[in-house]
């Protein structure tokens, strides 16, 4: 799949509903996540040599990224670093990137989302006390007096918090120090980054005093760079080069990004047509496609492939643009290799089993039956893969097991009344015991307890 928005899944739409009510990331607004095939793959080796550093499992940590352009990535409880599509953009090396996520996962390490109560524990403390004396003084005839206690309290208790905070940002950054010597990664690319966000920070205007500091959740930035930078100069990582091939690939996951997110106008502007490389080609194909520019962004694909033939990533675009242009039947044999080189990497194999079912013709149906069980084997989150399975079954006359894909995807995007009439729909009509039944029961019994939860809340 060429980068294409989805509704959360239900585990990160609870992972993002977490970070709301604890308040760890800031303002946090109604997230979309953003998957793409080749920028999964980026992160998932980006980050290995960092995850493996710091004594984890790099299979069981994921790298999420957010359609939000602020600089921003965060941590929300479980093993899942989120990353805000405005950070690669600001970003101009992978090792930049690097650098913030050997920092979040410091913050994975530590407990850091687990231990927010450690924090928020003594500021609830002092917030009451300076309740009951205020209420007290008040009750004694001295309402102003117990005004200023009370708020006095409520300064104390903010202090208090934010303190525990800027504790837990100084541990993450001493945390990535340590993951990405033994990664073997330089620093430079952390320390460049906070050179970066003081940059920003000195452009919009920010200016350190007492104030800043006290309420700032991370300690100053300009402090942060320099105990970085002494951390990171004395390691044996610091003048080591960067890779060049995840830097390569860096650069034309940015470029699709930007493509795919920004206005025709300014990419044509950002990526001229007198620029030959190929994230340049990249970021042009988007901005002809979503002028309906068939031709013309076929022929920057078709510029990506002269150089690499077997580019999955290119195919997989060029696939893309015919399907979306209604040309579903032409769409097939670029996605079928595409299929084939990343050997069924399920978002792609999702969009492939799309183009066989939009050409219409019964004889592919087969075949995307095939192609989408095995996506969503691979990759169960996808709830636009379920949707595609779905319609396949209904094609084909199996209403049933049609009902059971129409639950999973509704659940995954929390619609839970939906996902349980679907569910209850299924399990009734699939044969009783069956691995289906079972999972439609599933289904079923986890939707009536989130609506449960839901009155409740209400």
């Known amino acids: 799949m060429v980068l294409r928005n989805l509704t959360l899944s239900t585990r990160t739409a609870l992972a993002l509903a977490a970070v709301v009510a604890a308040g760890t990331a800031g303002s946090v607004r109604a997230q979309e996540v953003l998957r793409d095939a080749e920028t999964e793959s980026f992160f998932r080796d980006m980050s290995a040599p960092i995850v493996a550093a710091a004594g984890m499992d790099p299979r069981n940590v994921d790298v999420i990224l957010l359609n939000d352009g602020e600089i921003n990535a965060f941590v929300a409880g479980g093993q899942a670093v989120y990353i805000n599509s405005g950070l690669l953009s600001a970003a101009d090396h992978a090792e930049e990137v690097q650098g913030v996520f050997a920092h979040e996962l410091g913050h994975i390490v530590g407990g850091h989302v687990i231990r927010g109560g450690e924090g928020a524990k003594p500021a609830t403390a002092i917030t009451l006390l300076s309740l009951l004396l205020g209420a007290a003084a008040a009750a004694a005839g001295a309402p102003d007096g117990g005004m200023g206690i009370f708020m006095a309290g409520q300064q104390a208790a903010l202090g208090k918090y934010l303190a525990f905070s800027r504790v837990q940002e100084s541990t993450a950054d001493a945390a990535s120090v340590k993951f990405l010597s033994g990664a073997g ?19 919009a205007g920010f200016k350190r005093n007492s104030d800043a500091e006290f309420y700032s959740t991370h300690p100053m930035t300009a402090d942060r760079l320099t105990t970085l930078q002494d ?28 493509g795919y997110l920004a206005e025709p106008a300014p990419t044509l502007a950002a990526y001229p047509e007198t620029m030959n490389d190929v994230p340049a080609h990249y970021a042009r194909a988007y901005a002809w496609h979503k002028q309906a520019f068939m031709d013309k962004a076929l022929a920057e694909t078709e510029a990506i492939l002269a150089i690499e033939p077997d580019d999955p990533y290119a195919l997989e675009l060029k696939g893309q643009v015919l399907l979306e242009s209604g040309h579903p039947r032409e769409a097939i044999v670029p996605l079928r290799r595409a299929v084939e080189l990343t050997r069924n990497q399920p978002l792609i194999a999702t969009t492939f089993g799309h183009a066989l079912l939009a050409s219409e013709d019964p004889a592919n149906f087969a075949e995307a039956e095939r192609v989408l069980k ?82 409740k809340k209400k």
């Open 374 to 455: 095995a996506a969503v084997a691979k990759d169960h989150d996808n709830p636009f893969a379920w949707y595609e399975l779905g319609t396949v079954y209904e094609a084909q006359g199996d209403t049933a097991r049609a009902r059971l894909a129409s639950a999973e995807q509704q659940q995954m995007e929390m619609h839970f009344a939906e996902s349980l009439r679907s569910a209850e729909a299924a399990e009734a009509a699939l044969p009783k015991g069956s691995p289906d039944w079972l999972r439609a029961q599933d289904i079923a019994m986890s939707s009536r307890a989130m609506i449960e939860r839901s009155r």
């Open 231 to 258: 951390a990171f100069v004395g390691d044996p990582a610091w003048n080591r080069p960067e890779n060049p091939d995840l830097q390569r690939r860096f650069l034309r996951i940015r470029a699709k990004l930007y």
């Open 185 to 203: 990664i330089s620093g430079r690319g952390s320390v460049n980054f906070f050179k970066k966000l003081e940059n920003y920070e000195y452009r």
